[in-house]
């Protein structure tokens, strides 16, 4: 029988992941940083996503249940109390383009956690759906960081992706998103 070797996201709640992936360090001294987005960029931050995903490699994304009210902030994902954020598949929508698309429907991820980099360079990095008190939603990415220069360039290098997934996609461009029944919003 072949012995199993465990993978960086096995584990029931995200903050033992977290632990794990920032050991010794303690997660509570990282530094965090978020941006928020519209959420009619949810298509386009898509490539953004996917690429985080491919850089940290099998076994360092997953996706995450968020119980009763949780935000999806990494200080939420720290608490080990009696709802703790558990890991989960991950969860996707589908976002119909409308008519100009010929009925092109894209997966959209709802949330997810990434763990990546080495050393002080290692990050964590927490996509959510939020609402704010205008229930209007939105979109936040956060990363958490070691303190210093890695973790500085570690930041900086992801924000940068997205920035520039969203300078050079424009799937809406000339498009009105269609909101239907079809739609998981």
């Known amino acids: 029988m072949a012995k199993r070797t465990a993978s960086a996201t096995e584990g029931t709640f995200a903050h033992e992941l977290i632990t794990r992936h920032f050991a010794p360090f303690a997660p509570k001294k990282l530094v965090t940083t978020s941006r928020y987005f519209s959420d009619r960029l949810k298509v386009e931050l898509g490539g953004a996503l996917a690429a985080l995903t491919e850089e940290v490699g099998p076994g360092r994304y997953t996706g995450l249940y968020f119980r009763g009210d949780g935000s999806g902030t990494f200080s939420g994902l720290l608490v080990d109390d009696d709802e703790p954020v558990r890991v989960a598949p991950a969860h996707f929508e589908e976002v119909d383009l409308g008519p100009g ?49 890695a973790g500085e360039a570690a930041t900086q290098r992801i924000f940068g992706a997205f920035d520039a997934a969203l300078a050079r996609a424009r799937v809406y461009r000339g498009r009105a998103k269609r909101s239907g029944k079809d739609d998981c919003m």
Do not use: D, K, Q
């Not at 997966?107 to 080495?118: P, S, T, V, Y």
């Not at 050393?119 to 960081?145: D, I, K, P, Q």
């Open 101 to 149: 698309a010929m009925g092109e429907r894209i997966r959209c991820l709802r949330n997810g956690l990434w763990m990546g980099g080495e050393g002080e360079g290692r990050f964590a990095a927490v996509y959510a759906y939020e609402s704010n008190w205008h229930s209007e939603t939105m979109l936040r990415l956060e990363v958490a960081a070691m303190p210093g220069a």
